[in-house]
């Protein structure tokens, strides 16, 4: 029997496959269209690959796994951004009642590690779809044939740098970076802390608000798109955040590399400023992983000490001194007018070990990075990471000066970025700046997971109900993603056609997945009838819940309330 399929225009085409030659020629009819049976191909398998994928996730479901499941897709197939919990219960996917929505969040268990080694295992390799993997093919230029036979002389350390510098196209990338969870009202959720959130109204540049903080991990592809794939998800807190992200970032890698991710190269992690440079530095030592940190303006670096033969005295701990400031930085501390008052002009940086100079990028205009390497960043024993250590570690490390001519917007730009990478080997500036400048692709992940699938928006009570909304929501993405090249541009009258060289944006992907959800099925079994149960008895009362104080709040004075006599009545 051939499989048929409809010919654009009218009619049906004869799939071209075993038997087709017995057939007469006058059997066979016209030349079938290939591009439509690639094309359904292409759909078959990426239906496939969502099932499979929807079938892990259900057994990553400890308890209230129909409902959590169920969740997941009513978020998904919802035709409105989700600004309440509630609501998603009346959607036709989630077959429970509203009960059911709060009990699975409530009681719900999820194996994180079996979840988050299934995003590991499934999603890195979604990233890059065709279009991405067209761009690659151009980029990449590098013969690795040649490359292997150049290096086959080379001891394997020093070959097995040279092999990891020139991975460029075939490096995984993540993004890590925390997004807050604002809870300010909910004085009876314990564990809130003051948490950065940049939507913050607050006056001065704090910006800080009662509730919870969550580090995510996603890779990213080569390709600047609204799209990221979510590897990991973990609730921090200040006290403990720098062991909190080395062990995220530790578990990452220890997950892609079971999962068969990235073996020729070393993973290249990225964190935007407010992350310690030398703490990650120092707890990924030994790690094959890169590290590459914006640092604030001001941090300095010191390069190696210089001794020579005959040299009298204690010799040196630091050498030359790399300031992260501009030139007008270093006139204004001449004077004593710079931000830190000194009164002693500092002495110049010295000049870089490599430069690179683009001009005329289409974003940018002209690009210029300077690199020193081997630099050391100042370590303190008494205090920080590093408190309480006899021995202080040596970090060498390269630090890089990027400016541009102007911003994408056409401003200028107000400020220089300063980075700093360290890792098993060198890498070239031109990826280091192109890789941080693709970090910020989380940003529009974060706004996607916060704007339309309701990460903040559950009004829940204890931290362990976020964390189970959290990773909801999470699986929530990566079938979204999986889903991207199946969905249908069901665009509105007044929206611009998509570029056919891009993907298609989430908020139009998730349009489309409602009809998508009618093809996949869903492992969830059938809700049960059941009648609401008697409540609480009538007369009993579980008292008021506790109240949490904020870190700091317990022992701040009190104003007392002084009542308002007329001369003091506001008008």
């Not at 259900?58 to 409902?67: H, Q």
Request: with cysteine.
């Amino acid at each position: 029997m051939l499989s048929t399929l409809p010919r654009p225009g009218s009619g049906l085409q004869t799939f071209p496959g075993a038997g087709h030659e017995l057939l007469p020629s006058h059997a066979v009819g016209p030349d079938p269209d290939l591009a439509v049976f690639a094309g359904a191909v292409a759909r078959f398998r990426a239906l496939e690959r969502l099932r499979e994928f929807r079938q892990k996730l259900y057994e990553c479901l400890d308890a209230r796994a129909d409902a959590l499941f169920e969740l997941a897709d009513a978020v998904l197939c919802a035709d409105h951004a989700v600004t309440s919990l509630v609501q998603l219960s009346a959607e036709p996917e989630f077959t429970r009642g509203h009960g059911a929505l709060y009990d699975a969040l409530a009681e719900g268990r999820i194996d994180d590690e079996r979840l988050f080694s299934l995003l590991a295992a499934e999603l890195p390799q979604a990233v890059d779809g065709p279009e991405a993997a067209a761009r690659i093919a151009g980029h990449d230029v590098i013969d690795h044939v040649m490359l292997d036979t150049a290096l086959s002389g080379l001891p394997a350390q020093e070959a097995a740098q040279v092999r990891d510098a020139c991975a460029r196209w075939s490096r995984l990338r993540f993004a890590v970076d925390a997004t807050a969870y604002p809870r300010p009202d909910a004085w009876c959720s314990p564990g809130r802390e003051h948490v950065h959130n940049g939507a913050c109204h607050c006056k001065g540049s704090s910006k800080t608000t009662p509730g919870w903080e969550y580090q995510f991990t996603a890779a990213i592809g080569h390709l600047r798109t609204a799209w990221a794939a979510l590897a990991d998800i973990t609730r921090t807190v200040p006290a403990t955040r720098t062991a909190q992200t080395i062990a995220q970032v530790k578990n990452v890698l220890r997950r892609v590399r079971a999962a068969g991710h990235g073996a020729g190269a070393a993973p290249l992690f990225i964190f935007d400023a407010g992350y310690s440079a030398a703490a990650l530095t120092d707890g990924l030592l030994g790690c094959p992983a890169h590290v590459l940190v914006r640092l604030p303006a001001g941090s300095v670096f010191y390069s190696a000490p210089v001794t020579w033969e005959g040299f009298i005295g204690r010799p040196r701990r630091r050498g030359a001194a790399v300031h992260c400031l501009e030139p007008a930085d270093f006139a204004a501390a001449a004077d004593g007018t710079g931000p830190r008052g000194r009164e002693k002009p500092l002495p110049p940086n010295p000049e870089p070990d490599e430069e690179l100079t683009l001009p005329g990028t289409p974003l940018y205009g002209t690009v210029t990075a300077e690199a020193w390497h081997d630099v050391r960043p100042l370590v303190h024993g008494d205090r920080g990471w590093f408190a309480g250590r006899k021995e202080l570690p040596d970090l060498p490390g390269t630090l890089v000066h990027v400016t541009v001519e102007r911003l994408p917007d056409g401003r200028d730009p107000h400020r220089a970025m300063w980075l700093w990478h360290a890792g098993p080997g060198p890498l070239s500036l031109d990826e280091l700046w192109r890789a941080y400048l693709a970090r910020f692709d989380i940003e529009h992940v974060f706004k996607f997971l916060k704007g339309a699938l309701g990460l903040t928006a559950a009004k829940i009570r204890t931290p362990e109900q976020a964390d189970r909304w959290a990773r909801v929501v999470t699986a929530a993405w990566s079938q979204l993603l999986l889903a991207r090249d199946l969905a249908t541009d069901l665009r509105r009258p007044w929206e611009k056609r998509p570029d056919p060289d891009r993907p298609l944006p989430p908020g139009r992907a998730r349009r489309g997945f409602r009809n998508i959800h009618a093809d996949l099925g869903t492992p969830a079994r059938v809700a049960k009838p059941s009648r609401p149960g008697p409540g609480r008895p009538k007369g009993s009362s579980k008292g008021p819940a506790p109240r949490y104080l904020l870190p700091g709040e317990a022992d701040m004075p009190r104003t007392e309330s002084k009542p308002l006599t007329r001369g003091k009545v506001k008008t």
